[in-house]
């Protein structure tokens, strides 16, 4: 996680099944934060910034999140108080589902 200005606003990184496994609450002013830590690659993560008070990163701030190297997430000055990202290679994708049509369909034209 690397952010540039913060106030009032945490992260937590949660392993789906697990729990919080890591929160932080950020340094406020002009201030650059990192933190770097080693996962288990076969986990699901679940990533959540939140800001008390719906006005994070102002003024420029922003953040971007690292997993193995590949930029998984970013943004700044959002005005809700969470934002939230899922990542891992043990998380399950879902791929949309084929729904039956209502009546057969010709194939034979």
Known sequence: LE???SGLLEWILFQVGVGQIESANLPEGNAF???ELCLDPSGCYRFELEHYY???L???GSYRIFYDD???GSGGGFSGTLES???GNGCTSFSPSILPTSSPIDTST
């Open 3 to 5: 952010t540039y200005y």
């Open 33 to 35: 934060y990192e933190k």
């Open 54 to 56: 719906g006005n994070a």
């Open 58 to 60: 102002g003024d420029g």
């Open 70 to 72: 590949n930029l998984i």
């Open 85 to 87: 990202i899922q990542f």
